[in-house]
């Protein structure tokens, strides 16, 4: 099946550094999303894009669509104590998907004061 | 504005007991999933559904069970419990395909956190 591999697993930054994170596939994707999540609760909507070369902003993050459709990038500028969390990138196929979202595997971001 | 909630939030399960994880949503969505997440796996989908009274399979299906009775509510089932169902479930809901902007993203749930003994 389809299978989005995203990197890095885990992060260890000081506040105030910038944080890059990416996911590939070897499929292509008509809709690429990037989701966080803090203890105990569920995933929540960061960033959405939808077409190719798309990049977008939302706040202090910036994520992009791939140009060949096959992956996205997630950049977190002067990170702060509650950017700490996992990052999901998520991705929907095209044609009749129902919504149907594939998830890497997420990355674990922790940030020291 | 509750938005996608779950009960119950925590469960211990003895191995072969059954119980039914309840979703609801007040958003009018016609899409509705049941993920489970796994420690280094990410979220993986067991079922789905695209409208009341229609179910789906998605990755992980077996050992589950889902009904759409109601298109607010989505009941994801146990049967007969197995620790290797020990995991944290997530339910979402989204609009579907042909309102608004394409591919409408996915509103989660805050999880239930289910343990097989």
């Known amino acids: 099946g389809q299978q989005l591999n995203q990197s890095p697993q885990s992060m260890f930054i000081q506040e105030g550094e910038d944080v890059s994170m990416n996911c590939t596939s070897s499929s292509i994707f008509n809709t690429w999303l990037w989701y966080k999540q803090d203890p105990g609760e569920g995933p929540v909507l960061l960033i959405a894009l939808y077409k190719a070369g798309e990049l977008t902003s939302n706040g202090r993050l910036t994520a992009q669509f791939g140009i060949t459709r096959k992956d996205s990038f997630l950049n977190i500028s002067a990170s702060i104590p509650s950017d700490v969390g996992i990052y999901f990138c998520?991705?929907?196929?095209?044609?009749?998907?129902?919504?149907?979202?594939?998830f890497g595997q997420g990355t674990i971001l922790t940030v020291h004061p | 504005n509750a938005g996608v909630t779950q009960t119950p939030k925590f469960r211990v399960l003895k191995t072969g007991q059954s119980m039914t994880l309840l979703c609801a949503q007040d958003?009018?969505?016609?899409?509705m999933y049941w993920y489970r997440q796994d420690p280094g796996m990410g979220l993986r989908l067991i079922h789905y559904?695209?409208?009341?009274?229609?179910?789906a399979k998605g990755e992980v299906p077996d050992g589950y069970n889902v009904s759409r009775l109601k298109k607010q509510n989505f009941l994801l089932g146990l049967e007969s419990a197995a620790p290797s169902q020990t995991s944290v479930y997530f339910c979402?809901?989204?609009?579907?395909?042909?309102?608004?902007?394409?591919?409408?993203?996915?509103?989660f749930g805050d999880g239930t956190r289910l343990s097989i003994l």
């Open positions: 958003m009018n969505h016609e899409y």
């Open positions: 998520a991705a929907l196929a095209g044609g009749t998907s129902y919504g149907k979202l594939t």
């Open positions: 979402a809901s989204s609009l579907e395909e042909d309102r608004g902007p394409p591919n409408q993203p996915q509103h």
């Open positions: 559904s695209v409208g009341e009274g229609t179910t």
